[in-house]
Each structure stands twice: as C-alpha cells, then as structure tokens.
C-alpha cells in the first residue's frame, strides 16, 4: 500500500479514477446546485437574512467544482500520495479564497465563480498545479524548465480540448432532445434539465476526455506544435505594432493616452500578449530546434515593449491612485502592473545578456510564476485582501481631511466592501474625525439594499465647465454662447461629453448652432466635434444633454461648418397610448 502511494496510477487505474471522480463530485454539485436553488432568496433581500449554511453550499460548490480539474490532471502524472496532499490542500485553499470573497460581498446572489478578485484564482490554481507536478515527476522542488514547458502547454491545450469536447456531447444530446421533441417525446429533454443527471454526466465526459487527450500524446503533441507556430509567427505583428504605438506617442505625447480613461487595462493587455507570445517563440530556445532569425529580433525587442509599457502601466496607475486612493478594481490592476514590471524588467535584461538567445528566460519564468502564486494568494486571502485595502486607504483620506464628507464614496463602504467596509462605518460613527463624518456614517449604515441606494456625487475634480475659447459658434451670425451653458458643470470622464468641454484647448475647438428644435422659444445649443453632433436642450434652468455622438457625413459636416441647418417636421405624428408616447419611425 506504501509503494503504491508512491507511484503514479496506470493508464487503466487513471481511467477509472478520473471516470470516478467525475461522477461522484458530479453527484455532489448536484445536490449542492438544488439546495441553492431552493433556498435561493428573492430579489430583493436584505443580506442579514442570508444564512450561512446557504452560503457554504456556494463555497462548497466552488471547492468541489474547481478541485475536480487538480484530480483529473493529476492522475497518471503525479504520484497517488502527493495526488492526494496537493488536491486536499488545494480544497482547503479554494474553500478560503471563496469565503473571503463572500466577505467582501456579502449578498444573497454572491457567486463564488465572479468577483473583483475571484478571476485570479484560476490563473492561480493552473499555475501552482503545474509547479508541483512537474516538481513531482521530476522528484525535485525544482524541475528542468524543459518539464515545465512541456506540462503547462500540454494542459492548456488539453483543457481547451476537454471543453470543446464537453460542449459538443452536450450539443449532441441536445439535437437528440429537440428531434425526440419533434415527434412528440420529451423525456429526454426533462432527463437533461434535471441536475443529478447533467451534473455527473459532464463531470464523466471531462474526466473522459482529460484521459483521452492524455494517452494520445502524438495527437495532443501535434495541436501543441501547431498552435505554437501560429502563435509565435504573430510576436512580429505585434511587435510592429507596439513599435509603432511608442514612436507615435514621442510625437503625441501621453495626454490623448490618459484621455482613453482605460490606458492601464490596455496597456496591461499588450504586455500579456507580449508574453504569451514570446514564449511561444522561444518554446525551450534556439538549442532544442533552428529558430527564424525574424522570430529572434522581434522577441529581443518585444522585451523592451514589455518594459516600456508596464512602465507607462504604473505611471498612468499612480495618477489615478494619487488623485483618488485605493480601490478594489485599482488594486487588482496594481497586482497586474507589479507582475508586468517584473517580466519588464527580467526579460529586458534577458534580451541585452550575451551569450545564448534569450537563456535567462528559463530561470525567469519559473521565478516568476512561484512569485504569482505567493502575490495571488495573498491577494486572495485576508493577508491582502482589497476590499480591506481600500477600506484603510479611503478612511484615512477622509479622516485626514484630503475628502470632504460630502465628496466622499459612502457607497463604497456600505455596498462594495462587504464586512471590512461595514466595521469601518462602525468606527468613522464612534470615532470620526468631525461632526459631519460621524453623522454621514450613521446615515450610510441605515441604507438597507440596492434600493436605497444613493447617487455618487463625483468630486469636484472630475467636473468641467465650458469654456468660451474653445466653441466657435456660427450660426446665428454675431450671437454669443449663453452664460449659463459655460457656467454648467459637466463630467469630465464621461463618454457623451465632447472634447472641448472635456479638456477645452484650441486643438479641442467645437464648432457650435443656436436653434429652437422644439418650438418653444428657448434655442437649443447643437456642438460639433469632428463629426459628432451633441446635442442640449436648456429646460427649468438646467442645460441637459438631449442627443450625442450622432456622426455626420463629409458632406453634412461642410454645411454645419458654413451654418447650412434647416428643420423639418417628422414624417409621422407620435403615437399616444394612454400616458405613453410611441415614436414612428
């Protein structure tokens, strides 16, 4: 019984084994999906009256649903006894990061499965399976990075296999359902709906198919090839492109970058990319297989992309950070800048090291996939969890005096927080640093749900006012841009708001036309920027924004810039419905 802990299954003894736990953690799902399903509160709830037993059955379908890939994986690879350790270890650990997610929000309809952090953990479990199993084979902590390659590409393909796999059985049981139900006969269908038949009948066919795609090693070899040499012809496109992105930005400058209100998200996207795709150029180096010199120059400079743009990443981060702390969301894209500035700065070094192309690869990602495991984990876990980190961030801007009260995002603590957010109200009540944060937190701790709800005002920051120098009005000849239109705040980062209004400049300029739309006397003011027309209606002394981004031909834009408008009445009258006003079109 010893020796065989200490050795792997066989093929045989893995079929079954991963047949077995397909259908026995199928079963569980099962009962674990109808508990919730009857217990399910009705929208909506106030979250005290959630119970926690409801909320270990979501925890526990996490746990169960996620560890059956650790077993399937690990079966035929690693041996039976380090199987075991690693996939009750793993069990306890996805059991943990659900319940600190469920504390950062802490509602009846919390989903173990999404969440601001809950996405890293797949990430986490892949890559820390990965690090062990190979270390298992290779009966070493460390394993050669030739294993390493070899098992973290051979499961990513094979996972993606197993569930386009899955997919089609259920899309052909399906086909069968619907021409049982064409003549008639729908057993088959309600025998489907049911969960003590889906549930174990999709855990069977993964379980299945990870044992297929495990003993056809040609087969999986071949797609792994394929889809590498795909991958890695594409590292010069988009090497070309971020290339061309940086010469563009010494002319432009980073101010039409921060404009985009997304330029960390898309600047960490292409250094994943650059990642990705570099080492599908460099597989296991130049040693193992001839690689194109085309491939070689563009991974060199890639590195440099992936420097440059983690970079920009952190800076545009600390912008935002500075201006407005911490929260849940810049917390998470502050784990992705720390990850990126690492490979930025490792493969940098690795691209100019002389001597073999791009050696110091190796050792660097096998270091820097231990380092994503102890950053995610903690990220995941109360060590750092960013519910907290913001809450502490935020409360001491407030206390500080760096926000006022009235500027401050009481929603965040009350609603996204969970229970760190709710023991920091209890303490601003108690011990705030004025009169009117402990009044405000009293009056934010009575909001029960999503209902009382208040509307975030933005700070005073984030609002724009017009200015006269930057919209150009044409139309009527000698008229001026009303006084209380430039004295009307708008919102900066808002995407319906025109550029001159945004950040009013010369470069900005908006051509704009004062004409009644609605025949009430009162002209409406019509801007133009490039080739978008906004539109706003000035109603009880309010100016309010009735029509945007509406694109004008090349034509249309010459006569708005000669003050060529007209009105004319709508082909068809609306239509009242009782109360209800119908536009035919």
Known sequence: ???????????????????????????????????????????????????????????????????????????????????????????????????????????????????????????????????????????????????????????????????????????????????????????????????????????????????????????????????????????????????????????????????????????????????????????????????????????????????IFSVLAAYALSLRIGQYGLTPARIMALVGVIVALLYGIGYAVAAVMPGRWLRLVEPLNIAFAIAKCVIFIAVLTPIATPARLSVNDQVARLQSGKVAPDQFDWNLLRFETGVYGTRALDTLEKNGATDAIRKKSEETKTLKGPTDRPEFKPSPEKMMTPQSNSIRLIYPANAQIPESFLKTSFLSDAYNVPECIKTPSPKSMCEAVLRDLNRDSVPELVLKQTDQLFVYTYQNQIWTLIASNISLNEAAVTSFEKGNLSTSPSKWDDLLVGDQRVELK
């Not at 979501?58 to 890939?69: K, Y």
């Not at 479990?125 to 050669?144: N, T, V, W």
């Not at 069968?176 to 064409?182: P, T």
């Not at 496109?237 to 400058?253: A, D, P, Q, Y």
């Open 1 to 307: 019984m010893l020796n065989a802990a200490k050795q792997p299954f066989s093929e045989r003894h893995a079929l079954i084994f991963r047949s077995v736990i397909g259908v026995l953690f199928g079963l569980v799902l099962a009962y674990i999906q109808t508990y919730t399903d009857a217990h399910r509160p009705d929208y909506p709830v106030d979250p005290s009256k959630i119970t926690q037993t409801y909320i270990w059955h979501q925890i526990a379908f996490l746990t169960v649903a996620l560890s059956a890939f650790i077993y399937w994986a690990g079966a035929a690879a690693m041996r039976r006894g380090t199987l075991l350790i690693w996939g009750l270890i793993s069990m306890v650990l996805i059991a943990v990061i659900a319940w600190t997610q469920y504390q950062q929000n802490p509602t009846p309809y919390f989903s173990p499965f999404w969440g601001t952090a809950t996405f890293l953990l797949y990430p986490l479990l892949f890559i820390a399976h990965e690090l062990i199993s190979s270390g298992d084979q290779a009966r070493k902590p460390i394993a050669p990075y030739s294993l390493y390659f070899d098992e973290a590409w051979k499961r990513g393909v094979q996972l993606c296999l197993c569930i386009l796999f899955t997919l089609l059985l259920w899309g052909i049981l399906w086909l069968g359902a619907s021409l049982l139900g064409f003549i008639g006969f729908d057993w088959f269908k309600k025998l489907l709906e049911q969960e003590y038949f889906s549930f174990p009948v999709t855990g069977l066919a993964l379980g299945i198919s990870v044992h297929l795609s495990d003993v056809q090693t040609k087969l999986l070899a071949n797609v792994r090839a394929l889809i590498l040499g795909v991958l890695s012809w594409l590292l010069p496109v988009i090497v070309l492109v971020g290339l061309i992105f940086t010469v563009s930005l010494c002319f432009s400058g980073l101010e039409p970058l921060w404009k985009t209100k997304a330029a960390t998200a898309t600047l960490l996207g292409a250094c994943l990319g650059l990642v990705l795709l570099i080492n599908a150029a460099y597989q296991q180096g130049d040693v193992e297989r001839p690689v194109n010199i085309a491939l070689k120059i563009a991974a060199r400079i890639g590195c440099g992309l992936i420097l």
